[in-house]
């Protein structure tokens, strides 16, 4: 029973709690808290959402995966690939921030719980096998490449369009270097010494925590944030306020589709459930709410197209005087004898003819105070399914990072790691983390690696550090008001760097070159396919599967000769003689669908190159599997040797193949006497029947024994 309860719940193996367990979970519960705090932040908005839903994401998941997984140091929250990932998934669906694109978040976070939830209880963890190594590589170097040049405009103070080309996306960015915000660069590159100085001298201290606590002090300190409000009204430039007009009326508009749309909805579902309305009217009501939500959906995407563009736009603000209102002027386009007020303003927020400008740098900002709000996230059928595909990449991205990290921690602790249980823990964490409004998560390999290196001792630690996040949530808010987001986005770009491994693909290059190929075309089509991630991993899976496919279609086949030392050996290599009368070949590779083509040719070409011989011996160590189109290859060439009078003989086969040969009748039909455990009882057997039946031919088995001129002696 206390092992079932165990395979159930498998904290239960924490009890009885040691004191000193305790105590050191709760020192390395704390310091991952420290870099806890600030990463979720960070890759909140990596994700496209406000930073706060970072500690949403924080607090549960990390403590429902260390209760439910296999790994004592694991630490489960926010993590780059799979925050990308999720920002790369909704980005073509909804406007990144968004009361939409948020609910998408968190909807993406239940699918991905309950594919790895799946997947666990069914033990299919093998599964995560279909993405080989070489494509994780290349993939995980294409996006710590994304996730970095992705904060660039963060870090200048500048603003990012968000295309279907990340590539045009940051050469956008790059155009407006020249308009680089100095406060915001200085924020950042301070953070960046921080970190990087604290890493290097004192590596023992928490170098982000300390980070965001300077830069935050100074930003509140020199009044780095500096916010206006406006009206569309003040915009001199014609062309801008009209744009500015349309996503506003747009806006409207949208609203009050949705209204009518919530309206429509209830009178259907009332009429279906009263059963009073005719079919005809129903199917009116459908007809309208379908032609709603399309024009929803078109408005949805005009809306996109113009708050890009607006953010794209700089102004000089002329203050409002006693005889005229306040002006927006294009940056240099302020007229003469008309003085602005010194800063650079951006649109942030168009809401019904309101403005809301950004001048200086961007912080953080508000922060609600208290737990989230517990509930099943919004769900529809034709959303799930446009975020099925990106919901199964995240699943395995987000577990093979998980397990492998685990892995490594376990390779040093000497833990034993249950990839199942691992699918389950982190599983039901994206699924509980959905239910308080969190985002995809997976493991961490920064904050397991300080988890190890604090000294945890089991899944406690991470409950602490999850706890540490409660008390922020309920406490501490306020004091990252003044967070700047330029130090977010450095604290990024630092996690990130360690991802950047070239050598791993040239690794990959070295050992096979299918390996560096599936590597170097997963980096290239992720990078030519962002923002949407998931088509370079998919191509990459493929591929890998199609080159080994490749590769097993023709495996090595070789003609063998009696070597000197007495055992057969490649003719090929060891340039050995062949026998007249005995062919001899091994092959090196399962039989199955894909080669039994060339498994058939091969067999023929012997044959036919000695047309003199009367046996054929196939040796078959190297034939792992054999499956229905293999046995019925096998099957048509014996029959066909036989009818020209070649006997053919197996020597070595396994278990696994003779057991598929028994079950389907071809062991009776080829007859068990042509059946051998080695290749030696195999030719002792195939010279006596040939002796038998030409008694002239021992003399020349003596000179020619497939090359051997004195090891048939011992034979006969």
Same mark, same amino acid.
């Given at each position: ?17 040691? &004191? ?75 406007? %990144? ?41 290349? =993939? ?94 003040e915009i001199a430039d014609i062309e801008v306020k009209t744009l500015a007009n349309d996503f506003s009326r ?23 459930? $009263? ?20 024009e929803i959906e078109h408005l949805e995407g005009e809306s996109r197209k113009a708050a890009r563009s607006l /953010? ?153 550090? &999850? ?51 599936? $590597? ?48 057969? /050996? ?19 590779? $399962? ?29 078959? !160590? ?27 003989? =197996? ?26 455990? !080695? ?34 002696? %011992?034979?006969?």
């Open positions: 029973m206390n092992s079932r309860l165990a395979r159930i719940f498998p904290f239960l193996s924490w009890w009885p709690l040691n &004191g000193a367990n305790v105590r050191t979970d709760l020192i390395a519960g704390i310091t991952v808290a420290l870099v806890l705090i600030p990463q979720s932040m960070a890759y909140a908005q990596l994700a496209g959402l406000p930073a706060y839903y970072g500690l949403y994401a924080a607090f549960l998941p990390g403590i429902i995966a260390a209760m439910w997984g296999s790994s004592a140091q694991l630490a489960t929250g926010p993590v780059a690939v799979a925050s990308l990932l999720t920002a790369s998934a909704l980005a073509p669906l909804a406007a %990144t921030g968004s009361e939409q694109f948020v609910a998408l978040a968190i909807l993406l976070a239940l699918m991905v719980g309950l594919i790895q939830l799946g997947l666990g209880i069914f033990k299919l963890g093998v599964v995560v096998n279909f993405l080989s190594h070489p494509v994780i590589v290349g =993939f995980t170097n294409a996006a710590a490449i994304i996730i970095g040049l992705s904060q660039l405009n963060k870090l200048f103070g500048v603003s990012m369009g968000r295309s279907e080309h990340f590539i045009n996306d940051i050469w956008g960015v790059l155009l407006q270097i020249g308009e680089t915000h100095w406060p915001t660069l200085i924020m950042g590159v301070s953070a960046f010494a921080i970190m990087w100085g604290l890493k290097k001298f004192a590596p023992k201290l928490p170098g982000v925590l300390i980070a965001v606590a300077i830069t935050t002090v100074a930003s509140f300190a020199i009044g780095f944030e500096h916010n206006s409000k406006g009206k569309i009204e747009g806006e409207i508009r949208m609203e009050e589709l949705n209204g009518v749309l919530s309206a429509k909805t209830a009178e259907l579902k009332l009429m279906q459930k $009263s059963k009073d309305g005719s079919g005809q009217h129903i199917a009116a009501l459908r007809y309208e709410t379908e032609l709603i939500k399309l /953010r794209k736009f700089i102004f000089e603000q002329v203050p409002a005087t006693d005889t005229q209102p306040a002006k927006l002027y294009l940056t240099g386009q302020v007229p003469q004898g008309e003085l602005s007020d010194g800063y650079r303003w951006r649109i942030k927020k168009v809401s019904k003819g309101e403005l809301k400008l950004v001048g200086g740098g961007e912080v953080v900002g508000s922060i609600p105070s208290g737990l989230p709000d517990i509930g099943l996230p919004k769900m529809s059928w034709e959303t799930m399914m446009s975020l099925l595909s990106s919901a199964l990449v995240i699943s395995l991205v987000g577990f093979m990072e998980a397990i492998s990290i685990a892995k490594a921690m376990a390779a040093k602790t000497r833990q034993r790691i249950d990839p199942n249980q691992e699918l389950l823990g982190q599983g039901i964490s994206n699924i509980v983390g959905s239910l308080s409004q969190s985002f995809p998560v997976s493991g961490s390999f920064s904050r397991s690696a300080v988890n190890l290196n604090a000294g945890a001792v089991t899944g406690l630690s991470n409950v602490f550090a &999850g706890l540490i996040v409660l008390v922020t949530l309920l406490f501490l808010t306020p004091l990252l008001y003044h967070l700047p987001q330029a130090v977010l986005a450095a604290v990024i770009m630092m996690a990130v760097i360690g991802l950047v491994n070239f050598k791993a693909i040239a690794h990959a290059w070295h050992t096979h070159k299918h390996d560096g190929v599936a $590597s170097v075309v997963t980096f290239v089509a992720t990078l030519a396919f962002a923002p949407h991630l998931d088509n370079g991993i998919i191509i990459g899976a493929g591929l890998a599967i199609i080159l080994y496919l490749y590769r097993t279609m023709k495996p090595r086949v070789a003609i063998l000769g009696r070597h000197p030392d007495g055992h057969l /050996r490649d003719v090929k290599v060891h340039n050995l003689p062949v026998s007249e009368n005995i062919i001899a070949m091994r092959y090196d590779g $399962s039989l199955y669908f894909a080669n039994v083509p060339y498994f058939e040719d091969t067999v023929l070409e012997a044959v036919a190159n000695n047309p003199q011989a009367r046996c054929l011996l196939i040796v078959s !160590d190297g034939i792992n599997q054999l499956d229905a189109s293999g046995e019925e290859v096998i099957h048509h060439l014996v029959e066909r040797l036989r009818a020209g009078g070649i006997r053919v003989v =197996f020597s070595g086969l396994k278990k696994q193949v003779l057991d598929v040969m028994r079950h389907s009748g071809l062991l009776k039909y080829i007859g068990e006497e042509n059946f051998f455990m !080695d290749e030696e009882k195999a030719l002792e057997d195939i010279y006596a029947e040939v002796i038998k039946v030409k008694p002239d031919a021992k003399r020349r088995l003596l000179k020619q024994s497939i090359g051997d001129n004195d090891g048939i002696r %011992t034979w006969l």
